[in-house]
C-alpha cells in the first residue's frame, strides 16, 4: 500500500521565492494534517482538513503561509514570500478519521526546506 | 508553553536490557496518547498508543503506562534491540483538537 507521498523531498531556494510544498494522503484517509519541525519547536500542526475542509489554521505562523486541499487526494502548502527562518522540514500527515478520536495519523517523509 | 515535555533529549541502552522513555504533560484535557518513532530522513511512524481512561496498554515488546494523577506516562522497550535506535516522540490529542501535540523526542540509542 503506497503510505502519505510529499514533493519535493529537498527544496533549496532564495529568500523572497514562492515555495510550494505537495502531498498526497492515503487513499481513503479523511483527515489531512501539515507539520512544521524545526529544531527549536519540535514537531508542531500548522493546519488539519477534514473532508478536504480546513478546520483549525491556528498553527500556521503568518499570512504567508497557505494550505489548499482541492479534493481528496491533494493538498499543497504555499509560502510566499519565503524567509530564511522558513528553513525547516514539513510533514503531511493523513488519517481515516479525525486525529482527537485517537486515531493513529500516518507520516510522509517530509519536505526539508532551505531558504538561502 | 509546552504541553507535552521530553525532559531527556538523549538515552544510551545496553542491548537487551529494559529501555524507559518518559513523557510529562499539562493538558488534562487530552484523551489519547501517542507514541511515535522516526529515523533520520523519514517521517514519525505510529508505534501504541493508550486511552486517558487506561493505566497500561501492551504490544509485543512494548509496553505504555500513563499516570494521569502524575501526568506522566513512559515507553518500555524490552528486551532492546539495536533496530529501535531512533527518536522517539511522545504526542497528545483530543481535549478539543484533532491534531497531535508533540513532545520534543528523545534519541533512543542501543548499544551492541
Known amino acids: 500500500d503506497a503510505g502519505v507521498i510529499q514533493s519535493p523531498r529537498h527544496e533549496v531556494t532564495e529568500m523572497g521565492q514562492e515555495v510550494t510544498l505537495r502531498c498526497k494522503p492515503i487513499?481513503?484517509?479523511?483527515?489531512l494534517f501539515w507539520y512544521r519541525q524545526t529544531m527549536m519547536r519540535g514537531l508542531e500542526l500548522l493546519i488539519y482538513?477534514?473532508?478536504?475542509?480546513?478546520?483549525?489554521d491556528s498553527g500556521m505562523p503568518e499570512d504567508r503561509f497557505s494550505a489548499k486541499m482541492p479534493n481528496a487526494s491533494f493538498s499543497t502548502l504555499k509560502i510566499q514570500p519565503s524567509e530564511p527562518r522558513d528553513s525547516a522540514v514539513y510533514f503531511c500527515?493523513?488519517?481515516?478519521?479525525?486525529?482527537?478520536?485517537?486515531?493513529?495519523?500516518?507520516f510522509g517523509d517530509g519536505t526539508r526546506l532551505s531558504i538561502l | 508553553d509546552q504541553q507535552v515535555k521530553q525532559n531527556s533529549p538523549s538515552l544510551s541502552v545496553q542491548e537487551g536490557r529494559i529501555s524507559i522513555l518518559n513523557c510529562d504533560y499539562t493538558?488534562?484535557?487530552?484523551?489519547?496518547f501517542l507514541w511515535y518513532k522516526k529515523y533520520p530522513a523519514e517521517g514519525p511512524t505510529f508505534l501504541i498508543s493508550?486511552?486517558?481512561?487506561?493505566d497500561k496498554n501492551e504490544d509485543g515488546r512494548f509496553t505504555v503506562f500513563l499516570n494521569k494523577s502524575a501526568k506522566h506516562l513512559s515507553l518500555h522497550i524490552v528486551p532492546s534491540q539495536p533496530g529501535d535506535s531512533a527518536v522517539y516522540f511522545c504526542?497528545?490529542?483530543?481535549?478539543?483538537?484533532?491534531?497531535?501535540?508533540f513532545g520534543k523526542g528523545t534519541h533512543l540509542i542501543i548499544q551492541p
Open positions: 487513499s481513503g484517509h479523511n483527515s
Open positions: 482538513f477534514n473532508n478536504n475542509v480546513p478546520i483549525d
Open positions: 500527515a493523513s488519517s481515516p478519521q479525525p486525529g482527537g478520536a485517537g486515531q493513529p495519523q500516518h
Open positions: 493508550i486511552s486517558s481512561i487506561k
Open positions: 504526542a497528545g490529542s483530543g481535549g478539543g483538537a484533532d491534531g497531535l501535540t
Open positions: 493538558n488534562s484535557m487530552f484523551d489519547y
